[in-house]
């Protein structure tokens, strides 16, 4: 069985529609999205919409996700970076319904599957917090810490806009990578991961091309706030 991994889309729709193109010509069985759907790029409705399409076996919070749980309206921001997050929330709210925005609310932070003889748990950042890093540097004493109680095979996660897979402790972690931002390498092309579960685990990082320029004037012609910073994001990983 084949299932697609796909995590951190924030927004950018013409990074996505690149991946969903690609997961049409492979052989999967099902989607999993790790979170951090709307967030920081030009199409908050849009990624909704074609995520919604697509059906997800598993859909979970980011930590962007969940903003809307914290009744930012009254926030008062006070940085440059507070400041653009909160007109990105605001943009947001303007882009999806009510309807859309209690789906995601409802959403939960982690989530448990069984695929064969394989467990997985599924988080957008670490199994005890939806912010945290997973990072593929990590200590063991580190993991041992983070990934206590945890009795699952396989942990899914997204976050840290880095694919990587590395084996602990008996269990093996994937990360994705992200669609819709460059990755901490450097990478600016939309990255999913394809899991084959089989008598083992064989995971394939899809690394695509996409239009940066046609992201780029989606964005001004909706309107996005701070356009250079999801410029800088798509692009680089400064």
């Not at 899991?195 to 996409?210: A, G, H, M, Q, S």
Request: proline residues 4%; charged residues 30%; hydrophobic residues 40%.
């Amino acid at each position: 069985m084949m299932i697609a991994v796909i995590s951190d889309i924030h927004g950018n729709s013409v990074a996505f529609d690149r991946v969903i193109d690609d997961i049409n010509i492979q052989n999967v069985e099902g989607v999993i999205f790790l979170g951090d759907l709307v967030s920081k790029g030009p199409d908050p409705k849009g990624v909704f919409d074609k995520l919604l399409k697509i059906k997800p076996m598993v859909w979970i919070k980011g930590n962007t996700d969940t903003w809307f749980d914290e009744n930012l309206e009254k926030w008062q921001p006070k940085t440059v970076m507070e400041k653009y997050l909160y007109n990105n929330y605001n943009y947001i709210l303007d882009s999806l319904t009510d309807k859309d925005i209690e789906s995601i609310k409802k959403l939960p932070e982690k989530q448990t599957l069984v695929i064969g003889k394989y467990n997985i748990l599924c988080v957008h950042g670490s199994p005890r917090k939806v912010d945290e890093d997973l990072l593929p540097e990590a200590t063991e004493d580190e993991l041992k810490e983070i990934l206590d109680g945890v009795t699952e095979d396989i942990i899914l996660s997204g976050h840290i806009h880095q694919p990587y897979v590395r084996k602990v402790f008996n269990k093996i972690i994937i990360n994705p990578g992200t669609v819709g931002f460059c990755n901490c390498y450097g990478d600016s092309r939309a990255s999913y991961a394809i899991i084959e579960f089989e008598n083992n685990i064989n995971v394939e990082f899809r690394k695509l091309d996409y239009d940066h320029q046609v992201a780029m004037v989606l964005a001004k012609e909706k309107g996005l706030p701070n356009i250079e910073l999801f410029e800088k994001f798509m692009k680089t990983n400064d």
